[in-house]
């Protein structure tokens, strides 16, 4: 099958487009607005979008709460979503009123932050700190990259000097209503060129051979 952007509706291609790009990790983004109000909602497009300097991204699909607070305040924080807060997570993306604090009605325990003014998820084992570098339009869409200015993550999670996946346990979004849990996770090295040009049975290995 084909699916054509320019013979199918927005809509229609856009839950194609979800279901293709998958696994998709979340950004629970946590703004707070000019008047002091928080929102927190979870943004299935967010991945690193540079190194040095540390900036990562998240895509607003439309002008919502969170890219108005961002533009207004310049800060927010990302908290990564765990297994155990599934039904607070897929809670918060409900669309409350402007004026209502989607923590406040879900249940979802927030706490100061380092850096920035606005709160984290307490009850998540990492947070990442932004300041707010830039916004590119895109459409109907928003992205918004964020300077990292800090990574919290709890003593528990980190091993070797990083979050370990396996105590992270993070939730990611697939197609329509559908999430995902890690499951299996596989590792496996690099091959660096030398080793793959001096030993023909990598490469032999690698094709099935």
Same mark, same amino acid.
């Given at each position: 099958?084909?699916? +054509?952007?320019?013979?199918?509706?927005?809509?229609?291609?856009?839950?194609? /487009? %979800?279901?293709?790009?998958?696994?998709?990790?979340?950004?629970?983004?946590?703004?707070?607005?000019?008047?002091?109000?928080?929102?927190?909602?979870?943004?299935?497009?967010?991945? @690193?979008?540079?190194?040095?300097?540390?900036?990562?991204?998240?895509?607003?699909?439309?002008?919502?709460?969170? /890219?108005? %607070?961002?533009?207004?305040?310049?800060?927010?924080?990302?908290?990564?979503?765990?297994?155990?807060?599934?039904? &607070?997570?897929?809670?918060?993306?409900? +669309?409350?009123?402007?004026?209502?604090?989607?923590?406040?009605?879900?249940?979802?325990?927030?706490?100061?932050?380092?850096?920035?003014?606005?709160?984290?998820?307490?009850?998540?084992?990492?947070?990442?700190?932004?300041?707010?570098?830039?916004?590119?339009?895109?459409?109907?869409?928003?992205? @918004?990259?964020?300077?990292? !200015?800090?990574?919290?993550?709890?003593?528990?999670?980190?091993?070797?000097?990083?979050?370990?996946?396996? &105590?992270?346990?993070?939730?990611? !979004?697939?197609?329509?209503?559908?999430?995902?849990?890690?499951?299996?996770?596989?590792?496996?090295?690099?091959?660096?060129?030398?080793?793959?040009?001096? +030993?023909?049975?990598?490469?032999?290995?690698?094709?099935?051979?």
């Amino acid at each position: 099958m084909h699916f +054509d952007p320019a013979a199918m509706e927005t809509r229609a291609f856009y839950r194609v /487009l %979800n279901s293709v790009v998958v696994p998709r990790p979340i950004a629970w983004v946590c703004t707070r607005s000019a008047e002091g109000v928080v929102n927190l909602a979870p943004h299935s497009f967010y991945t @690193v979008a540079c190194v040095d300097p540390p900036v990562v991204q998240f895509t607003s699909v439309g002008r919502k709460d969170s /890219l108005r %607070n961002v533009e207004a305040t310049g800060e927010f924080t990302v908290s990564l979503t765990p297994e155990p807060l599934f039904e &607070q997570i897929n809670a918060t993306g409900t +669309d409350f009123p402007a004026g209502i604090s989607e923590a406040e009605e879900c249940g979802v325990r927030l706490e100061p932050s380092e850096r920035v003014a606005v709160p984290r998820v307490a009850e998540s084992p990492v947070s990442v700190e932004c300041t707010l570098h830039s916004t590119v339009r895109l459409g109907d869409s928003t992205v @918004v990259f964020g300077r990292v !200015r800090l990574i919290s993550a709890w003593d528990s999670v980190v091993r070797d000097g990083r979050p370990r996946v396996e &105590q992270l346990r993070p939730l990611a !979004r697939l197609g329509g209503n559908e999430w995902s849990t890690v499951g299996e996770v596989r590792e496996i090295p690099r091959i660096p060129y030398t080793n793959w040009a001096e +030993d023909p049975a990598i490469g032999e290995q690698v094709r099935g051979g």
